[in-house]
Structure formats: structure tokens, C-alpha cells
């Protein structure tokens, strides 16, 4: 279970998915003064430099964001993703890119707050170490947990301002993960039942995958979108990732429309062979 690090994968074609539907949800929620939290449940160490040897060993960030870095012509969601992480690098080089818990912080006001779980010991120690290094104002609004995110969810829940993103994005080495966010998902929505829940799930050749999506789409009284990319055929073999997916339950009614440009785009510059495409699925309650 400790094996995972966040690092090898920074800035790969699933993080792009994942962080861009991230970023439009919080501009969504700053639309309104009131207060809210963001809660991680796998935060990995805030941050990775892609020179180091965790990033180099994969580079997988070859692959997706440095393939939208000088796009003259990225559709408006895509835009703020890649000037984000520009203004990250100070204009330079790609060099650093951030994982969610710092695209959190950037986008926060003073009054909202930020609640991150990370078991890994290591990538733990990093996170705070991270965060330590802010100034007094943030180190004021993170809290952050060396617990199991699965089963502490429900403790921060319902957040006192009443109004949440939450984001589940655990490795899924363990083929228990799917099963845990199942569970997870449903206790969290007996107690805080209009929260706003981003789910990141892997495409690999794993009835599990399909299950849990399958048990997603049926979970009552709630509105959804399942966004789903494919950048390469699956392995004959079965393994390793050929894409991946966003299941978010009680989206902004803006995401919808924005993930109906970004999809197409993604599937053009991020795809790898003939079988790139995409799966884009809406509920309305």
C-alpha cells in the first residue's frame, strides 16, 4: 500500500482531467461570498518538481501537460489550467506542477478552509513540511490529517459553512480502493447530501472499474456527470493505464458545457493512437 507516489505520475494526462474540472468547481464556488471547505482524501505532497528523480522516472507529464504548454488555441477551462501552472513556473520552463492540494490554496479566499489526508508517511511528512513553509494566513486554513481519507471523510462532515468540494482520488493500487469509494460516497451523502464530490477513477482493464462507475450512476437523489478519456488502447496484456475518469456528483450547472469543448481537445492532443476518445454521461435529479 505504501509503494505509490504521487510523483511519478505529476502532470500526466489524468491530472490534466482531473485539475481542470477541479479549478472550474472552485470558480464556481468563489461566484458566492460564503465560505466554504475543500476536503482531500489523498492529497499526495502538495507539489513536485519534474526534474526530480520520482518525476523522471516516468515523465509522464511528456504526455499531457507539457502537450498543451504553447497551444495558442485551448478552449477557456484548459486556458486557466495551463496559466495557472505558468504562473506557478514564474512564466519559465515547466519545472513545477502542483497536485491538488496547492491548486486548492491558490484558489481559496481567507474565510474558506482546507482539510487534507495523506497516509503515506512520507508523502505526509512532505505535505506538512509544504505547507509549514506558507505564511501564517494559510497555515491557518489547512489542517492537515495522517489518517486514512476513507475513513475520516465523515468526520468533517457537514463542513459548518454548509458548502464543500470534496475530492477522492486514491491510487487504486488496492482493488479495495473501488470498493472503499463506494462506501465512502454513501455515508458521506447521508450526512452532507449536497456536497459537491469529485471522483477520480483510473481506465484499466478491471471489472472493478466498471462496477463502482455502474454503482455511481445509480447512488439516488443526486445529479452527476461521468467524464471519461481514453488517450490509447488498452494493453493486450491488461495492464497499465490507458485513461482515465471524472465522476462528479452535484456539479456546477457551468461544468456540463465546459466539459463539452474540453473533451474533444483533450482527445486531440493527448490521444495516442486510433482508439483516443471520450465518454461524457449526465444525470439531472
Known amino acids: 500500500m505504501f509503494s505509490y507516489r504521487h510523483a511519478f505520475h505529476a502532470g500526466n494526462h489524468a491530472d490534466v482531467l482531473k485539475h481542470t474540472v477541479l479549478i472550474h468547481v472552485l470558480n464556481y464556488f468563489n461566484r458566492k461570498p460564503t465560505p466554504y471547505w475543500v476536503i482531500d482524501t489523498h492529497a499526495g505532497a502538495g507539489i513536485y ?6 518525476a523522471e522516472k516516468t515523465a509522464e507529464f511528456t504526455t ?21 501552472i505558468k504562473d506557478l513556473n514564474l512564466g519559465e520552463a515547466l519545472q513545477f506542477y502542483p497536485g ?37 494566513q494559510i497555515s491557518r486554513q489547512v489542517t492537515v490529517f495522517e489518517k486514512n481519507g476513507f475513513d475520516f471523510l465523515k468526520s468533517q462532515l ?23 469509494v463506494l462506501k465512502t460516497i454513501k455515508e458521506a451523502l447521508t450526512r452532507f447530501q449536497t456536497g459537491c464530490y469529485l471522483i477520480w477513477y483510473p481506465l484499466v482493464q478491471r471489472k472493478e ?36 475518469g471524472m465522476f462528479i456528483i452535484n456539479p456546477p ?10 473533451m474533444p481537445y483533450l482527445v486531440t492532443h493527448l490521444g495516442e493512437d486510433d482508439k483516443a476518445s471520450f465518454q461524457l454521461n449526465h444525470f439531472e435529479k
Open 49 to 54: 518538481d519534474l526534474g526530480d528523480e520520482w
Open 253 to 262: 450547472y457551468t461544468l456540463l458545457p465546459a466539459l463539452q469543448k474540453i
Open 158 to 180: 457537514p463542513p459548518p459553512p454548509r458548502r464543500a468540494i470534496t475530492l477522492i482520488d486514491p491510487s487504486y493500487e488496492d482493488k479495495t480502493d473501488y470498493r472503499h
Open 100 to 136: 491538488s492540494p496547492w491548486i486548492a490554496l491558490e484558489y481559496m479566499r481567507e474565510g474558506d478552509r482546507l482539510r487534507l489526508f495523506e497516509l503515506h508517511p512520507s508523502e505526509f511528512q512532505v505535505l506538512q513540511d509544504h505547507i509549514a513553509q506558507q505564511d501564517r
Open 64 to 84: 499531457g501537460i507539457t502537450r498543451l504548454w504553447h497551444q495558442s488555441d485551448l478552449p477557456e477551462d484548459l486556458q486557466y489550467y495551463v496559466n495557472y
Open 209 to 244: 472499474v466498471f462496477d463502482m462507475v455502474h454503482h455511481l450512476e445509480k447512488l439516488p437523489n443526486v445529479s452527476w456527470i461521468n467524464a471519461a478519456l481514453t488517450v490509447k488502447r488498452p494493453t493486450k496484456t491488461g495492464y497499465g493505464l490507458h485513461g482515465s
